[in-house]
């Protein structure tokens, strides 16, 4: 056979061997793929309005604010914040978020959000097939874990996180199971990249630093490739355009973080209502961990791993999603030390799960991008901004409004910069102001309490009248009171 006709057979070759990797993957793989897609399924038809917070609308905002005005280091968009000092470690992530609303507003906004969010999940499972676990155990691990922190996955800077923590787990995980090897040194990448994003980034980097160290104590000599993560690691947290400024960002928001009290993300995870699956996915985990057979199953890094993920669940609420995608990616392959049958060899069965659940996701997306622009954001009333927008035409009326609308309004009616009281990053205010801003949170629908120099108010009511008093109703519904004052 000649070499033009080589050139002719090769791509028909390569298609069929890609074809046939497909496959395999679809047959081996049918809950793994039957839980992404579920996942996609909920958050795309029912809860994708839902997803959209407060945060969400800081992300945005802040994001423009890069785009117009540059990365900021003094804040100039809110009064009791004017002059501080504003380290926006998650710049590029609200410049992604910014970027997605321009091309085609909160409908790219909210699928770039979810996809992120699958992928997360995807490489969560992958990790734990790679690493021998059934499909049928990565299903179950897998569902606790989507169920154990369900605010994990508004949107948020902290979205674009999450596939980078499922990713560099995986090539951790994959290290302490084969050892360290020179496509281990990819965590390192990532973790530059991370720290553009999100504050996570420094558990990325601990738990690299971690798996050097064991490594090295394991080999009981210097070797390069564990040492180049133990001492690259902690500088991929510093390559952001911040540099070094980021030391005193990190030591304020994880050593002390003085808004810790007002924040319940930034709380230790008490048993309630909102916690509850978290402490199931925990006992779930303690109970694998206590079997030996189960336990064995594990290597020791994999174990310092969901240690060291559930005491900063413990700590914080915030820090519970780092747990549930490491119990997702980890505990599968232990649970088969219990569950010990084998997945079921039905290759045909298998593979239509795979394609029926990938379908069911393509009619989801397919629904979600026909509709309408105003499903996306019904949470967000427009009447109230455009009472907002009208009683603050002159430019001299500040606005104090609560910290869960205030990024909302910023981002709705851009005028508003440099004269709103305070929004959500309660890192740039000192004790002092903290403290006075929960006592005007502690008192819902009494307007009064906010400052005299502040001639609109924005309260939430929830349902109840506003307060009485001297001030002009200006707009009300069932959750706002816009009030000005004469």
Same mark, same amino acid.
């Given at each position: 056979?000649?070499?033009?006709?080589?050139?002719?057979?090769?791509?028909?070759?390569?298609?069929?061997?890609?074809?046939?990797?497909?496959?395999?993957?679809?047959?081996?793989?049918?809950? *793994?793929?039957?839980?992404?897609?579920?996942?996609?399924?909920?958050?795309?038809?029912?809860?994708?309005?839902?997803?959209?917070?407060?945060?969400?609308?800081?992300?945005?905002?802040?994001?423009?604010?890069?785009?117009?005005?540059?990365?900021?280091?003094t804040e100039h968009i809110t009064m009791l914040g004017e002059g501080r000092t504003w380290t926006d470690q998650?710049?590029?992530?609200?410049?992604?978020?910014?970027?997605?609303?321009?091309?085609?507003?909160?409908?790219?906004?909210?699928?770039?959000?979810?996809?992120?969010?699958?992928?997360?999940?995807?490489?969560?499972?992958?990790?734990?097939?790679?690493?021998?676990?059934?499909?049928?155990?990565?299903?179950?691990?897998?569902?606790?874990?989507?169920?154990?922190?369900?605010?994990?996955?508004?949107?948020?800077?902290?979205?674009?996180a999450l596939p980078l923590f499922a990713g560099t787990l995986w090539l951790l995980v994959d290290a302490s199971?084969?050892?360290?090897?020179?496509?281990?040194?990819?965590?390192?990448?990532?973790?530059?990249?991370?720290?553009?994003?999100?504050?996570?980034?420094?558990?990325?980097?601990?738990?690299?630093?971690?798996?050097?160290?064991?490594?090295?104590? @394991?080999?009981?000599?210097?070797?390069?490739?564990?040492?180049?993560?133990?001492?690259?690691?902690?500088?991929?947290?510093?390559?952001? *355009?911040?540099?070094?400024?980021?030391?005193?960002?990190?030591?304020?928001?994880?050593?002390?973080?003085?808004?810790?009290?007002?924040? @319940?993300?930034?709380?230790?995870? @008490?048993?309630?209502?909102?916690?509850?699956?978290?402490?199931?996915?925990?006992?779930?985990?303690?109970?694998?961990?206590?079997?030996?057979?189960?336990?064995?199953?594990?290597?020791?890094?994999?174990?310092?791993?969901?240690?060291?993920?559930?005491?900063?669940?413990?700590?914080?609420?915030?820090?519970?999603?780092?747990?549930?995608?490491?119990?997702?990616?980890?505990?599968?392959?232990?649970?088969?030390?219990?569950?010990? @049958?084998?997945?079921?060899?039905?290759?045909?069965?298998?593979?239509?799960?795979?394609?029926?659940?990938?379908?069911?996701?393509?009619?989801?997306?397919?629904?979600?991008?026909?509709?309408?622009?105003?499903?996306?954001?019904?949470?967000?009333?427009?009447?109230?901004?455009?009472?907002?927008?009208?009683?603050?035409?002159?430019?001299?009326?500040?606005?104090?409004?609560?910290?869960?609308?205030?990024?909302?309004?910023?981002?709705?009616?851009?005028?508003?910069?440099?004269?709103?009281?305070?929004?959500?990053?309660?890192?740039?205010?000192?004790?002092?102001?903290?403290?006075?801003?929960?006592?005007?949170?502690?008192?819902?629908?009494?307007?009064?309490?906010? *400052?005299?120099?502040?001639?609109?108010?924005?309260?939430?009511?929830?349902?109840?009248?506003?307060?009485?008093?001297?001030?002009?109703?200006?707009?009300?519904?069932?959750?706002?009171?816009?009030?000005?004052?004469?």
């Amino acid at each position: 056979m000649n070499a033009a006709t080589d050139l002719v057979a090769d791509p028909p070759r390569e298609r069929t061997a890609s074809h046939g990797r497909i496959v395999s993957i679809l047959e081996r793989n049918p809950f *793994p793929i039957l839980l992404v897609s579920l996942v996609g399924i909920v958050l795309l038809s029912v809860f994708a309005p839902a997803i959209v917070v407060g945060d969400t609308w800081l992300t945005l905002m802040s994001g423009r604010e890069v785009v117009d005005h540059g990365l900021p280091h003094t804040e100039h968009i809110t009064m009791l914040g004017e002059g501080r000092t504003w380290t926006d470690q998650q710049w590029l992530a609200q410049v992604v978020f910014y970027a997605a609303h321009e091309l085609a507003g909160m409908r790219a906004v909210i699928l770039l959000g979810i996809a992120l969010v699958l992928v997360a999940l995807a490489l969560t499972a992958a990790t734990a097939r790679t690493s021998g676990a059934s499909s049928r155990s990565t299903f179950i691990l897998g569902f606790l874990a989507v169920l154990a922190g369900p605010w994990g996955w508004t949107l948020r800077a902290q979205t674009t996180a999450l596939p980078l923590f499922a990713g560099t787990l995986w090539l951790l995980v994959d290290a302490s199971r084969s050892g360290v090897r020179k496509r281990s040194l990819l965590v390192l990448p990532l973790l530059v990249v991370w720290a553009n994003l999100h504050g996570s980034v420094v558990l990325g980097a601990m738990l690299t630093v971690l798996l050097g160290i064991m490594e090295l104590i @394991r080999r009981r000599r210097l070797a390069w490739l564990p040492a180049l993560l133990v001492v690259f690691a902690p500088l991929c947290v510093l390559a952001s *355009p911040y540099g070094t400024k980021l030391v005193g960002y990190y030591d304020l928001m994880l050593v002390d973080a003085p808004f810790a009290d007002v924040l @319940r993300e930034w709380q230790w995870s @008490r048993p309630d209502g909102t916690t509850a699956l978290f402490w199931l996915l925990a006992v779930v985990g303690a109970a694998l961990l206590a079997s030996k057979r189960c336990r064995t199953r594990l290597t020791a890094y994999e174990i310092v791993i969901l240690a060291v993920t559930f005491v900063g669940a413990v700590q914080a609420v915030r820090g519970v999603i780092w747990f549930a995608l490491a119990s997702a990616a980890i505990l599968p392959i232990a649970l088969d030390g219990r569950l010990t @049958r084998e997945d079921i060899a039905a290759p045909r069965v298998n593979r239509i799960i795979s394609i029926a659940a990938l379908a069911g996701l393509a009619m989801a997306l397919l629904a979600f991008v026909v509709r309408p622009d105003s499903w996306f954001v019904r949470d967000w009333p427009e009447p109230q901004i455009t009472a907002v927008r009208g009683a603050t035409r002159d430019p001299g009326v500040r606005v104090w409004a609560t910290d869960g609308t205030a990024d909302w309004l910023l981002w709705r009616v851009p005028d508003l910069r440099g004269r709103m009281a305070y929004d959500v990053r309660f890192e740039l205010y000192d004790k002092q102001t903290l403290d006075r801003i929960a006592r005007y949170n502690s008192r819902p629908a009494d307007w009064r309490t906010a *400052p005299r120099d502040y001639g609109l108010v924005v309260v939430a009511v929830h349902g109840r009248e506003p307060v009485a008093g001297d001030g002009e109703l200006v707009f009300q519904d069932g959750e706002l009171a816009v009030i000005r004052r004469p």
